[in-house]
């Protein structure tokens, strides 16, 4: 069977896009069709969508999600809403899908390939630097970022156990407070039909916690934010974790429950109440959550926030990939 490499869309190719996800090394919420298509309707202006679906035959060996704009050939998407990015690559079809890819790619019109968040252990880190300079290219892979994970046990107990004296004390201590609180408690709102009327709460508490945040809430951004909670909760992976104090909401944060594993997104907290930590035990209560529901990994995501080691998470290094045509970046 000959390699072909053919153009597509979201609608051509969902269905396949998501019975291949599970072959992947790279497989996230942020590699969904899902996903990235919501993310393509809010931002996608200016670029050009290239979707390319790679085939041996009748088998679909990976997918290349990508996009042309300003000579740059990028992953859909930006570091600021995408915490991993990568290609879409059936374990075992690596050889064959990275040439056929290279191949394709060569008359499209663009000077250099920039491919953002690629996780650690990604083929593409493997594959792409060697057969790109063998193009005559100059490739350059740099750590972006770090992305802490916490491996779970099966109970609680084990994940107290497993945290450093200091910070299993911390914590337990910082627990006893809160329930000493009038009605503490925490709960998630999944419901599809009910999930926009509390985004408004989560806004307004991630507006709270800093002015970095306040900033980061676009209009843009959270209208992205309530579609993409609303396209999630459908298929059952979103998930809006409120901890509430004197009957209010006091922290929220996101989790997507993806795969074995629960992924923190985004959170904010009220500062009236930094005494009882409650932004801290809102994740905190997250991870028990995980736990109780059989999860095996709790990834907190990009940035090295000193509470993600607090509450036992190690790096992850996450990698960005850039590749210039004629051996030269100004070129």
Not at 264 to 274: I, Q, R, V
Request: net charge negative.
């Amino acid at each position: 069977m000959s390699i072909t490499v053919e153009k597509t869309d979201f609608e051509g190719i969902e269905a396949q896009w998501l019975e291949l996800l599970p072959t992947c090394a790279t497989n996230t919420i942020f590699v969904t069709p899902w996903w990235q298509r919501v993310w393509w309707d809010h931002f996608g202006d200016g670029s050009e969508l290239q979707i390319l679906a790679v085939r041996d035959g009748d088998r679909l060996l990976g997918i290349a999600p990508m996009r042309i704009q300003e000579g740059v050939l990028s992953f859909l998407g930006d570091t600021d809403l995408f915490d991993y990015h990568d290609f879409l690559v059936a374990r075992g079809a690596e050889e064959a899908f990275y040439p056929a890819l290279l191949d394709h790619l060569g008359p499209l019109d663009w000077r250099t390939m920039h491919l953002a968040s690629l996780p650690e252990g990604s083929p593409s880190l493997k594959h792409l630097p060697l057969l790109a300079e063998r193009l005559g290219m100059s490739v350059e892979v740099t750590e972006e970022d770090t992305a802490p994970v916490a491996d779970l046990p099966t109970s609680w107990d084990e994940y107290l156990a497993g945290l450093n004296k200091r910070n299993r004390h911390e914590l337990r201590r910082k627990l006893r407070r809160l329930y000493n609180a009038d009605h503490a408690h925490q709960y998630a709102c999944d419901d599809p039909e009910t999930l926009a009327g509390c985004m408004g709460d989560f806004f307004r508490l991630l507006r709270l916690s800093s002015p970095d945040k306040a900033a980061f809430l676009t209009p843009e951004r959270e209208r992205f934010f309530s579609d993409v909670a609303s396209e999630l909760a459908s298929h059952g992976m979103f998930k809006l974790y409120f901890l509430d104090v004197d009957e209010k909401r006091v922290a929220s944060c996101i989790c997507f429950d993806y795969g074995d594993s629960y992924l923190l997104y985004n959170s904010g907290y009220d500062p009236e109440y930094a005494s009882l930590s409650v932004g801290l035990l809102n994740k905190a209560l997250c991870i028990q959550e995980a736990i109780e529901q059989g999860r095996q990994r709790f990834e907190f995501l990009r940035g090295a926030e000193r509470y993600k080691y607090d509450l036992g998470g190690k790096d992850r290094v996450v990698y960005q990939l850039a590749a210039h045509r004629g051996g030269n970046p100004s070129t």
